[in-house]
């Protein structure tokens, strides 16, 4: 049983650790694409509407795998699988 506590300590740090850096890296490139985007927009302002599809695009995109890693660490979070490989080896061992 404390091995599986230990299990179940060490997934909150990871699943804590994937939303932080998910949430940091998609900040820091959404801030990223909107500074360049304002920056080529001063430059060139006959190109906004084709750079504003374009920026919108890759801000979902960018969301998206944000998205995609909130999703597994949810699944850790409910339905560890590494709980249940435990509780097999403990089942079996008893």
């Known amino acids: 049983m404390e091995l ?8 909150a740090i ?9 949430a940091l890296g998609a900040c820091l490139g959404i801030a990223l694409m909107g500074a360049k985007f304002l920056e080529s927009a001063a430059r060139q302002p006959e190109l906004v509407p084709l750079l504003q599809g374009r920026m919108f695009l890759l801000a979902g995109l960018i969301d998206a795998a944000f998205i995609i890693g909130l999703a597994v660490a949810l699944l850790f979070a409910f339905s560890n699988p590494l709980i249940s490989v435990l509780q097999a080896a403990a089942a079996a061992a008893h």
């Open 4 to 11: 599986i506590a230990h299990v179940q300590g060490l997934t």
């Open 14 to 22: 990871a699943i804590g650790i994937i939303i932080g850096l998910g």
